[in-house]
């Protein structure tokens, strides 16, 4: 058979598809929040995505995307379930009496000691672009009367206000007048660290480095003022965490929406080019106004108003980003090869040669976008070749732009993987090894919120397939180089 059969494909995680479906949960998830499943019957969301669907020049009904407008539905809805959720349902029932010591003798407790629940993970909709941002969020509050709150509601009412689509700052004045509200303390202080996916040209490797990170902070009772004690010992608190909210105290000025910094939309759905130091930033692609609108409908069903002043732009910001993952017939010029829909079957005579030197490109970043959720993933992708012969090997930036080539579309990890493997194994001739390494927003902004969750595919062709020992070395490479990429 051909070098099809021959591939190894396997997931190195136990999660080997990020995306796979999982209905029960999502069920489960909509009773919790009192919600009929009946109520996704008439839900106006599915037929505004299947019209993004098209607008992308994708097939609707081809199998990855056929179920793609109802997991979609149930992302947003479960993604936005805060709109539904009342603080004083959670906060009720949960004080509980605690004296602590004599106020002659300090303060603890009950009596007016701090209490800081650090490193609550969260994720929300940024209302400027509708994709989803990590928090790691930091809640302190001083108890009054004698009582305290069960620790796990102060996370949950975080999570209330989460699950809206937010902006940073708000989010922490939410959460703290919330709580302020709520549980009558003396005084909230709230520490949100937020990550917000950059444009993908601007996304640096696996981690978080190349995000947009911002620090905000909100406060109120005995925690406010300048060169407050309370504060004072709630950041140093915070610190004992490795987290210092002094040294990110210039970070809330930044610009926090990569999509509205890049471009200033108008309401008909045209774009006015945004400068940066006197140069016009690069030219944004057109938003066609049926997919606009499709994406105003969509707020529509979430209970938003598409005209409230913070969602103006929000419908055509989002399509923009959308549309860096439109459907294209590009073609990609590999070491002479052009690749567009490549066969590993369209091999030259003569490549059964045992080169032996192996040559390798570690950690070219990516950003694809899921085709089962409409969600980002984002990582690195590691590719190892043998030496044709020449003597010569491929330039990396036409590796990074093979990888561009298949990440930037509609995608699954496990099919990325296997497409990258057989363009290179066509090009080099003897063998190819690709590991894909990434994070699925999908993983992590939905119901099962597995947020250091990460996913490796490799895919073996050739001698590769046939000699472990190489395989072995070209991963060993990866690991030994892991360390030193920043």
Same mark, same amino acid.
Not at 87 to 95: N, R, S, Y
């Given at each position: 058979?051909?070098?099809?059969?021959?591939?190894?494909?396997?997931?190195?995680?136990?999660?080997?598809?990020?995306?796979?479906?999982?209905?029960?949960?999502? #069920?489960?998830?909509?009773?919790?929040?009192?919600?009929?499943?009946?109520?996704?019957?008439?839900?106006?969301?599915?037929?505004?995505?299947?019209?993004?669907?098209?607008? #992308?020049?994708?097939?609707?009904?081809?199998?990855?995307?056929?179920?793609?407008?109802?997991?979609?539905?149930?992302?947003?809805?479960?993604?936005?379930?805060?709109?539904?959720?009342?603080?004083?349902?959670?906060?009720?029932?949960?004080?509980?009496?605690?004296?602590?010591?004599?106020?002659?003798?300090?303060? @603890?407790?009950?009596?007016?000691?701090?209490?800081?629940?650090?490193?609550?993970?969260?994720?929300?909709?940024?209302?400027?672009?509708?994709?989803?941002?990590?928090?790691?969020?930091?809640?302190?509050?001083? *108890?009054?009367?004698?009582? +305290? +709150?069960?620790?796990?509601?102060?996370?949950?009412?975080?999570?209330?206000?989460?699950?809206? =689509?937010?902006?940073? %700052?708000?989010?922490?004045?939410?959460?703290?007048?919330?709580?302020?509200?709520?549980?009558?303390?003396?005084?909230?202080?709230?520490?949100? %660290?937020?990550?917000?996916?950059?444009?993908?040209?601007?996304?640096?490797?696996?981690?978080?480095?190349?995000?947009?990170?911002?620090?905000?902070?909100?406060?109120?009772?005995?925690?406010?003022?300048?060169?407050?004690?309370?504060?004072?010992?709630?950041?140093?608190?915070?610190? =004992?965490?490795?987290?210092?909210?002094?040294?990110?105290?210039?970070?809330?000025?930044?610009?926090?929406?990569?999509?509205?910094?890049?471009?200033?939309?108008?309401?008909?759905?045209?774009? !006015?080019?945004?400068?940066?130091?006197?140069?016009?930033?690069?030219?944004?692609?057109?938003?066609?106004?049926?997919?606009?609108?499709?994406?105003?409908?969509?707020?529509?069903?979430?209970?938003?108003?598409?005209?409230? !002043?913070?969602?103006?732009?929000?419908?055509?910001?989002?399509?923009?980003? #959308?549309?860096?993952?439109?459907?294209?017939?590009?073609?990609?010029?590999?070491?002479?090869? &052009? #690749?567009?829909?490549?066969?590993?079957?369209?091999? *030259?005579?003569?490549?059964?040669?045992?080169?032996?030197?192996?040559?390798?490109?570690?950690?070219? *970043?990516?950003?694809?976008?899921?085709?089962?959720?409409?969600?980002?993933?984002?990582?690195?992708?590691?590719?190892?070749?043998?030496?044709?012969?020449?003597?010569?090997?491929?330039?990396?930036?036409?590796?990074?732009?093979?990888?561009?080539?298949?990440?930037?579309?509609?995608?699954?990890?496990?099919?990325?993987?296997?497409?990258?493997?057989?363009?290179?194994?066509? @090009?080099?001739?003897?063998?190819?090894?690709?590991?894909?390494? @990434?994070?699925?927003?999908?993983?992590?902004?939905?119901?099962?919120? !597995?947020?250091?969750?990460?996913?490796? &595919?490799?895919?073996?062709?050739?001698?590769?397939? &046939?000699?472990?020992?190489?395989?072995?070395?070209?991963?060993?490479?990866?690991?030994? &180089?892991?360390?030193?990429?920043?």
């Amino acid at each position: 058979m051909g070098a099809l059969e021959e591939a190894h494909l396997a997931a190195a995680v136990a999660a080997a598809c990020a995306c796979e479906e999982e209905e029960e949960d999502d #069920l489960e998830l909509l009773a919790a929040d009192g919600e009929a499943a009946s109520a996704w019957d008439d839900d106006a969301m599915e037929p505004a995505v299947r019209a993004l669907l098209v607008g #992308l020049g994708e097939d609707e009904r081809r199998e990855g995307l056929r179920r793609t407008p109802k997991r979609v539905a149930k992302a947003f809805r479960d993604g936005t379930r805060g709109y539904r959720q009342k603080v004083k349902d959670i906060v009720q029932g949960a004080l509980f009496p605690e004296v602590g010591v004599d106020k002659r003798a300090g303060s @603890a407790g009950g009596t007016g000691g701090q209490v800081v629940v650090r490193d609550i993970e969260l994720f929300s909709y940024c209302e400027s672009c509708l994709l989803p941002f990590s928090i790691q969020c930091h809640v302190g509050y001083m *108890p009054s009367g004698g009582r +305290v +709150v069960g620790l796990s509601k102060l996370s949950r009412v975080s999570d209330v206000f989460a699950k809206r =689509l937010q902006n940073p %700052q708000r989010l922490a004045n939410e959460i703290c007048g919330a709580l302020h509200a709520s549980i009558q303390p003396a005084g909230v202080a709230v520490a949100l %660290q937020c990550w917000h996916i950059p444009l993908p040209e601007n996304l640096e490797c696996k981690t978080l480095q190349g995000w947009i990170r911002t620090s905000h902070s909100s406060r109120s009772g005995v925690f406010e003022g300048e060169n407050n004690t309370f504060w004072n010992d709630f950041v140093a608190l915070l610190k =004992l965490r490795g987290v210092d909210m002094e040294m990110d105290s210039h970070s809330a000025s930044l610009s926090w929406c990569p999509l509205r910094s890049h471009e200033v939309p108008f309401s008909n759905g045209h774009c !006015k080019k945004s400068t940066a130091n006197g140069s016009i930033l690069p030219k944004s692609v057109p938003t066609p106004s049926n997919m606009v609108s499709a994406v105003s409908s969509m707020l529509l069903s979430l209970g938003e108003d598409p005209l409230r !002043k913070e969602l103006l732009g929000t419908p055509q910001r989002y399509v923009q980003w #959308l549309m860096k993952f439109r459907a294209c017939n590009l073609q990609v010029n590999l070491n002479g090869f &052009t #690749l567009n829909n490549v066969s590993v079957y369209d091999r *030259p005579d003569g490549d059964a040669a045992d080169h032996r030197t192996i040559r390798s490109e570690l950690h070219l *970043p990516f950003c694809a976008q899921c085709e089962h959720h409409l969600l980002p993933f984002y990582g690195v992708v590691h590719i190892g070749y043998f030496d044709n012969g020449s003597g010569e090997g491929i330039d990396r930036s036409h590796f990074q732009a093979l990888v561009h080539f298949y990440g930037c579309k509609l995608q699954v990890q496990e099919r990325m993987t296997r497409q990258i493997a057989e363009a290179v194994y066509s @090009a080099s001739h003897n063998g190819a090894i690709v590991v894909v390494e @990434a994070n699925h927003i999908c993983m992590i902004s939905r119901g099962i919120e !597995k947020i250091r969750s990460n996913t490796a &595919t490799i895919a073996v062709l050739g001698q590769f397939l &046939t000699d472990p020992s190489a395989k072995a070395c070209f991963l060993q490479n990866v690991l030994d &180089t892991a360390d030193s990429v920043v």
